[in-house]
Every structure is written in structure tokens, then in C-alpha cells.
């Protein structure tokens, strides 16, 4: 697939992973659409790009507000691209020091927004994406889903945010079967230790310890990178119901 003259939905849009897609999309030709809860970030990341971009304010469980910004990426041109980066994160043990259990609405959340967030995106761009027309070789579009390497080595008080990047992983190559008799590519990322603005508020001494426990190279990864494979998945037609590790070979230990 070719990035130039499609429209793109990136979730979590306004900051981090989803921000470094938005620009490199953007800068392949691509009309995007940026969702985002933090609105303000949103509109000036929007308003700094120019052209179409756009914007639409929400969070990732709301089917009215999701529906709406899968309407204007596909009123914005032809709609191929989905990228789902939205994500929130929980520290906790299953149990504490004490035997208090871990808080269940917390463990509900962080699954509601991730997990349950990226499938509600996925099908609703997916059933827009179905009504474009194919090109050539029957293509219409691809989702790329963001999990984590804490799908496959979460660390302790990783609980929920284990299971719910496990959760993406899982439907993968379900949702890459559902959606190959329309033409849809399923792919998702299993990002490392990136340097997002929330390992952004650790100090350096910090972030360069994190860093050296990398293989290679030992530093975080850029969100460029991240973006860089989004663009990768998009251009490959044959890559399809993958989960590619993001990591520096990276192989998280307990804690």
C-alpha cells in the first residue's frame, strides 16, 4: 500500500508513539486524523501539521465519539490506515505486603481502556474501511495494534497491563482472519522501553539505566522507530497477523 493520499486514524495521537506516527504519516502524504482525550495537545499538534489534519477529542470506550472520528478520516479521504496507541498503565501487585488484593476496578480499567479500547476501535474502523474501494490486489487497509514486550514478560505489579497487552496480542491473528475476505491487514507492535514522556519523567540517571539493560542498542527506543514500523506495515502487503517485538532484543526480568 502506498501511504500517499490515504487517511489515517491514529489513537492516543497527541504525545508519545502516537504523535511520532501522526508526523511520519503526515510526512508520507497521509491525511490524519489524530484521537486523543487531552484536547488541547491534539488541536495544536493538529493546527502545527496544517493541510486536513484533524482532530476529535475522546477516549477510546466511547462508541459515539470513536464512530465520529472514524466518520471524518474516512470523509477525509481513502480511509486505509488505523493505528490504536491509546494505552494507560496500573503499578500493583496481584496481592501487597500485607495480603491486600490488588484493586479490581484498577485491574477493570486499565483492561477497559486497552484491551477492550483497541477492539472497540478496530471493529468500527474496520467496518468503515470495508465500504473503500479495494485496490489492486484486493487490499483495502491495516490496523496496527500496540501491545507491549509486557504481553509475554510482565514484571511484578504488571498484572493488569499484562493482561491486557496479552489480550492484544491474542487477537491478532483472529482479527487478521476475520478481516482478510475484505481486503484488511491485522498487525500489531510489541514495543520496549521507548522514550515516551512518561519514562520522561524519571531522571536521566534513571533512563540510562533502563537503557543498559537493552542488548543492543543499549538506549531506549526513539518513538520514530516506532513510528518508522508503523510506516513499514502499511507499505508491506504481505505482512499480516504478526505481532513484531519493538525491543532491542530486550527480554524483561522480573522486576
Given at each position: 500500500?502506498?501511504?500517499?493520499?490515504?487517511?489515517?486514524?491514529?489513537?492516543?495521537?497527541?504525545?508519545?508513539?502516537?504523535?511520532?506516527?501522526?508526523?511520519?504519516?503526515?510526512?508520507?502524504?497521509?491525511?490524519?486524523?489524530?484521537?486523543?482525550?487531552?484536547?488541547?495537545?491534539?488541536?495544536?499538534?493538529?493546527?502545527?501539521?496544517?493541510?486536513?489534519?484533524?482532530?476529535?477529542?475522546?477516549?477510546?470506550?466511547?462508541?459515539?465519539?470513536?464512530?465520529?472520528?472514524?466518520?471524518?478520516?474516512?470523509?477525509?479521504?481513502?480511509?486505509?490506515?488505523?493505528?490504536?496507541?491509546?494505552?494507560?498503565?496500573?503499578?500493583?501487585?496481584?496481592?501487597?505486603?500485607?495480603?491486600?488484593?490488588?484493586?479490581?476496578n484498577a485491574f477493570k480499567t486499565v483492561v477497559n481502556v486497552n484491551l477492550i479500547g483497541t477492539f472497540n476501535v478496530?471493529?468500527?474502523?474496520?467496518?468503515?474501511?470495508?465500504?473503500?474501494?479495494?485496490?489492486?490486489?484486493?487490499?483495502?487497509?491495516?490496523?496496527?495494534?500496540?501491545?507491549?514486550?509486557?504481553?509475554?514478560?510482565?514484571?511484578?505489579?504488571?498484572?493488569?497491563?499484562?493482561?491486557?497487552?496479552?489480550?492484544?496480542?491474542?487477537?491478532?491473528?483472529?482479527?487478521?482472519?476475520?478481516?482478510?475476505?475484505?481486503?484488511?491487514?491485522?498487525?500489531?507492535?510489541?514495543?520496549?522501553?521507548?522514550d515516551t514522556p512518561l519514562l520522561g519523567l524519571l531522571p536521566e540517571e534513571a533512563r540510562q539505566a533502563l537503557g543498559?539493560?537493552?542488548?543492543?542498542?543499549?538506549?531506549?527506543?526513539?518513538?520514530?522507530?516506532?513510528?518508522?514500523?508503523?510506516?513499514?506495515?502499511?507499505?508491506?502487503?504481505?505482512?499480516?497477523?504478526?505481532?513484531?517485538?519493538?525491543?532491542?532484543?530486550?527480554?524483561?526480568?522480573?522486576?
Amino acid at each position: 500500500m502506498r501511504i500517499n493520499n490515504t487517511s489515517a486514524l491514529v489513537t492516543g495521537g497527541a504525545s508519545g508513539l502516537g504523535e511520532a506516527t501522526v508526523r511520519a504519516l503526515t510526512a508520507k502524504g497521509a491525511v490524519c486524523t489524530i484521537f486523543d482525550r487531552d484536547e488541547p495537545r491534539a488541536k495544536a499538534l493538529a493546527e502545527e501539521l496544517g493541510g486536513d489534519t484533524g482532530y476529535v477529542a475522546g477516549d477510546v470506550g466511547d462508541e459515539e465519539v470513536v464512530a465520529a472520528a472514524v466518520a471524518r478520516a474516512a470523509e477525509s479521504g481513502a480511509f486505509r490506515i488505523t493505528v490504536n496507541c491509546a494505552g494507560i498503565g496500573w503499578a500493583q501487585r496481584t496481592i501487597g505486603r500485607e495480603g491486600e488484593p490488588h484493586d479490581y476496578n484498577a485491574f477493570k480499567t486499565v483492561v477497559n481502556v486497552n484491551l477492550i479500547g483497541t477492539f472497540n476501535v478496530m471493529r468500527l474502523a474496520a467496518g468503515a474501511m470495508a465500504r473503500s474501494e479495494p485496490l489492486e490486489d484486493g487490499e483495502r487497509g491495516v490496523i496496527v495494534n500496540t501491545a507491549s514486550v509486557a504481553a509475554f514478560e510482565g514484571q511484578i505489579g504488571q498484572i493488569s497491563y499484562s493482561a491486557s497487552k496479552g489480550g492484544i496480542v491474542g487477537m491478532t491473528v483472529p482479527a487478521a482472519r476475520d478481516l482478510s475476505p475484505v481486503g484488511i491487514r491485522v498487525n500489531t507492535i510489541a514495543p520496549g522501553l521507548m522514550d515516551t514522556p512518561l519514562l520522561g519523567l524519571l531522571p536521566e540517571e534513571a533512563r540510562q539505566a533502563l537503557g543498559a539493560g537493552v542488548l543492543f542498542p543499549k538506549r531506549l527506543g526513539y518513538p520514530a522507530e516506532f513510528a518508522q514500523l508503523v510506516c513499514s506495515i502499511a507499505e508491506n502487503a504481505y505482512l499480516n497477523g504478526e505481532t513484531i517485538r519493538l525491543d532491542g532484543g530486550l527480554r524483561m526480568p522480573p522486576k
